[in-house]
T-cell receptor, first 112, second 112 residues
Framework: ETGVTQTPRHLVMGMTNKKSLKCEQH?????MYWYKQSAKKPLELMFV???????ENNSVPSRFSPECPNSSHLFLHLHTLQPEDSALYLC???????????FGPGTRLTVL | SQKIEQNSEALNIQEGKTATLTCNYT??????LQWYRQDPGRGPVFLLL?????KEKRKERLKVTFDTTLKQSLFHITASQPADSATYLC???????????FGAGTRLFVKA
């Protein structure tokens, strides 16, 4: 257990669906991150939040919408996704920006 | 922005031997470099962080070196065990300092 939980662990959705991924950290960290990991590719940073303020939006399509209501919770809202968005979505947290990161187990997303 | 190169070919070694993995970067030398371990279908787990003014860092059977002249870090696992089999990711800060970028990782197989 890393202290970072993600739900759901698996998600299958159609291209017209709307769903949300949830991340919660129990470590008292100030920074939280969303990453996308596709097969055989490096982790791709999507969003970074520091003290609940978004500090990085890495040219992510608008069909992905993050939300950070407080320093312990991070959401990724999904709508009208494409099959190429199928991947493992990982949440992470760190004490401060660019400290070592603690990752959740990920959500395996399949878009049909 | 930074580019990270890790050997994409899997590394196969015999139990008890030392595994050496390489991480090369292309642009400016970062203030620090991190190594993570990732098992299939799970999030990465932080292992070690080495700063630019440190030549070497150790933790149990792990050793990391950081050569800013060669723009390279080496990650060693001594007395390797089958349980060390995993993908090992190198990570460092990107331009602007807001984000950490990850290499694609090197898959290590340790045979009994």
């Amino acid at each position: 257990e890393t202290g970072v939980t993600q739900t759901p662990r698996h998600l299958v959705m159609g291209m017209t669906n709307k769903k949300s991924l949830k991340c919660e950290q129990h470590l008292g960290h100030n920074a939280m991150y969303w990453y996308k990991q596709s097969a055989k590719k490096p982790l791709e940073l999507m969003f970074v939040y520091s003290l609940e303020e978004r500090v990085e939006n890495n040219s992510v399509p608008s069909r992905f919408s993050p939300e950070c209501p407080n320093s312990s919770h991070l959401f990724l809202h999904l709508h009208t996704l494409q099959p190429e968005d199928s991947a493992l979505y990982l949440c992470a947290s760190s004490q401060e920006l660019n400290n070592e990161q603690f990752f959740g187990p990920g959500t395996r997303l399949t878009v049909l | 922005s930074q580019k990270i190169e890790q050997n994409s070919e899997a590394l196969n070694i015999q139990e008890g031997k030392t595994a050496t993995l390489t991480c090369n970067y292309t642009n400016y030398s970062p203030a620090y470099l991190q190594w993570y371990r990732q098992d299939p279908g799970r999030g990465p787990v932080f292992l070690l962080l080495i700063r630019e003014n440190e030549k070497e860092k150790r933790k149990e059977r792990l050793k990391v070196t950081f050569d800013t002249t060669l723009k390279q870090s080496l990650f060693h696992i001594t007395a390797s065990q089958p349980a060390d089999s995993a993908t090992y990711l190198c990570a460092l800060e990107d331009t602007g300092g807001f984000k950490t970028i990850f290499g694609a990782g090197t898959r290590l197989f340790v045979k009994a």
